[in-house]
T-cell receptor, first 116, second 117 residues
Framework: GNSVTQMEGPVTLSEEAFLTINCTYTATGYPSLFWYVQYPGEGLQLLLKATKADDKGSNKGFEATYRKETTSFHLEKGSVQVSDSAVYFCALSEFWGGGGADGLTFGKGTHLIIQP | NAGVTQTPKFRVLKTGQSMTLLCAQDMNHEYMYWYRQDPGMGLRLIHYSVGEGTTAKGEVPDGYNVSRLKKQNFLLGLESAAPSQTSVYFC????????????????FGEGSRLTVL
């Protein structure tokens, strides 16, 4: 079956530090990959995505590159802010050539804390 | 824009009571989902629906039932609540297949926190 593994944290960084959150996956097909972010008291919202190998997703200063050879989709940001404090979820969606209806497979989430 | 709306946002139940969580989306999405979020477990899929009148089991369906009588609504029911069902429940929707490619993006509601005593 499909699975997503990510560091759980909490990860505590100082403002303006460099961020990396590792994510690796196992899939039987050729998935699309996602990072979702959950701010305190809110639902999940899409941060970025990539649908094929070597694609780079980016948004709000965050980036992640789809690496098929290492089955990874690590999230990076060059300079984090206090407002980036949230829980980050890596996820995959299996492409079954018309299927993939059963939602996303999520990692357990990484709690990120940015200190001023 | 409302997006995905869940009601109620908070509820406390006693063991054995029943309740229904309502999810409504105004994006004309085909697919809808119910997830539960528990500490250290991430999000786990309970049930999902690929269209009006259809439902299917996810990873953790036991103790829950669902219905999708209207395209915009997806109801999650607990017939006899148990303390193990204390959780935060998230509804999500997606447009499904677009041009033959599953875009995969889900749109989430704000969550419903359920406590079973």
């Amino acid at each position: 079956g499909n699975s997503v593994t990510q560091m759980e944290g909490p990860v505590t960084l100082s403002e303006e530090a460099f961020l990396t959150i590792n994510c690796t996956y196992t899939a039987t097909g050729y998935p699309s990959l996602f990072w979702y972010v959950q701010y305190p008291g809110e639902g999940l919202q899409l941060l970025l995505k990539a649908t094929k190998a070597d694609d780079k997703g980016s948004n709000k200063g965050f980036e992640a590159t789809y690496r098929k050879e290492t089955t990874s989709f690590h999230l990076e940001k060059g300079s984090v802010q206090v407002s980036d404090s949230a829980v980050y979820f890596c996820a995959l969606s299996e492409f079954w050539g018309g299927g993939g209806a059963d939602g996303l497979t999520f990692g357990k989430g990484t709690h990120l804390i940015i200190q001023p | 824009n409302a997006g995905v709306t869940q009601t109620p946002k908070f509820r406390v139940l006693k063991t054995g009571q029943s309740m229904t969580l309502l999810c409504a989306q105004d994006m004309n999405h085909e697919y809808m989902y119910w997830y539960r979020q528990d500490p250290g477990m991430g999000l786990r899929l309970i049930h999902y629906s690929v269209g009006e009148g259809t439902t299917a089991k996810g990873e953790v369906p036991d103790g829950y039932n669902v219905s999708r009588l209207k395209k915009q609504n997806f109801l999650l029911g607990l017939e006899s609540a148990a303390p193990s069902q204390t959780s935060v429940y998230f509804c999500a929707s997606s447009e499904g297949i677009a041009g033959g490619i599953n875009t995969g993006e889900l749109f989430f509601g704000e969550g419903s926190r359920l406590t079973v005593l």
